[in-house]
């Protein structure tokens, strides 16, 4: 191996990384933007993990406790929603006709918010992808909430 400092000397050594050398543990592919065979992509810590590993083991068991609050919350929002309906009356339909120029204002103005808060998201974890450095405090911290 050479110790020339000109790239182009005869005496310097030739360093090339081929395949998925320069990928994080558990990647592989162009860019490194997907998980190996027998791992599977943690989307909170963004990260590979390996299937048969403590933590993938881990995180199967406390799915269901982080599943069953949606689940549970979408059927009460489902029997609101259902009560709301079978019962409408004349005098929610009035207030409904008074406040709907409002409400709809207020659905697209937050459908706005999710909308650029998935998109600040999906940036921040292509970032991570390509090698790129997380968000600063505390933007990462509003990611991380996101």
């Known amino acids: 191996a050479g110790t020339s400092t000109d790239p182009n000397g ?3 050594e030739d360093i090339r990384l081929e395949g998925d050398e320069l990928c994080r543990v558990g990647f592989t592919g162009p860019l490194c933007s997907t998980c190996r065979k027998k791992y599977f992509f943690d989307g909170l810590d ?6 048969d590993s403590e933590e993938a083991a881990e995180q199967s068991k406390s799915a269901g406790r982080q599943i069953l609050p ?7 929002v489902a029997a609101v929603a259902f009560t709301v309906a079978v019962t409408w ?3 929610v339909q009035s207030w409904w006709d008074r406040q709907e120029e409002r409400i709809m204002t207020g659905s697209h103005l937050a459908s706005i918010l999710v909308v650029n808060a998935q998109l ?18 505390p ?3 509003v990611v991380r909430w996101m």
């Open 89 to 91: 009356s004349a005098a």
């Open 120 to 137: 600040v998201v999906n940036f921040q974890t292509v970032t991570m992808f390509h090698g790129g450095a997380p968000f600063p405090e």
């Open 139 to 141: 933007f990462a911290t």
């Open 10 to 12: 005869d005496d310097v």
């Open 46 to 51: 963004e990260i590979c993990v390996a299937c």
């Open 70 to 76: 949606y689940a549970a919350g979408a059927v009460v």
